[in-house]
């Protein structure tokens, strides 16, 4: 169910401490706070959002899931139909990230009502996870690659891998990955604008869909994403300070 049909802009709900965060750079302590995550969830239902992409911050920093319960809440409040009337086109999809280390972790979660798990450092450091939980349950993963000056970090942005972004993609698409999550944690939450060659370069390495994250702070960043060739753009700061709304963006990509 890694699929995206056509193009989504996904509002990022990134947990810390029980709250709403988008970090600046990807810096712990950087965060502006928006919030209950329920609240905000709700609110991108509302405005359209076919999906919503969920991370838990201080799992990413901690290697364990800190907010489970917040993001349960998330979970219970939004993960059925968006309007209620029971049709399967209409239901939210829900992706979370941040802190799961293991097959039997992300099974727990995809059991509860999540589509799609993150793997980001587990995905590193034992890439095997990838096609242990592509087997139960198949396309289900997606693999974070952050990239920090042109090399894959992991574990909440602090440790380089030496990883080439590009690289690291197409070995994750042969291990069963059902997409891939692109974020250039080096314009992350600074709504300075995008790093389009960046994208279009591990676009260029796989056939899996490919989600973009990281620096959007216009419509005009969203539509050269998908003209990269991105699947989805996940976008955060610039919903949350209002510099575009999800409506707008979603449309001037459609028209693309």
Known sequence: MSGFPSFEVIPAVDVQDGEVVQLVGGERGTGKRYGDPVEAAERWVEAGAQTLHLVDLDGAFEGERVNADAI???????????????????????????????????????????????????????????????????????????????????????????????????RYEELGAGAILFTNVDVEGQLEGIDRGAVAGVVDAVDIPVVASGGVATIEDVVALKE?????????????????TLREAQDAADDV
């Not at 293991?102 to 034992?126: N, P, Q, S």
């Not at 042109?150 to 891998?161: D, F, K, P, R």
């Not at 990269?228 to 575009?244: C, D, F, I, N």
Request: hydrophobic letters at 45%; charged letters at 25%.
């Open 72 to 170: 349960e809440s998330v979970v219970e409040a939004v993960g059925g139909d968006a309007d209620g009337d029971g049709g399967a086109d209409d239901r939210v999809a829900l992706q979370l990230g941040g802190g799961i280390r293991t097959a039997e972790g992300a099974r727990d979660l995809l059991d509860l009502g999540l589509d799609r798990v993150i793997l980001g450092t587990a995905a590193v450091e034992t890439p095997e996870i990838v096609a242990e939980i592509d087997e139960t349950h198949p396309d289900s993963v997606v693999v974070s690659l952050d990239a920090k000056d042109g090399e894959v970090v992991v574990s909440g942005w602090t440790e380089g891998t030496g990883l080439d972004p590009a690289e690291a993609a197409a």
């Open 228 to 244: 990269a060739g991105a699947a989805a753009v996940v976008v955060g700061t610039a919903l949350y300070e209002g510099r575009l």
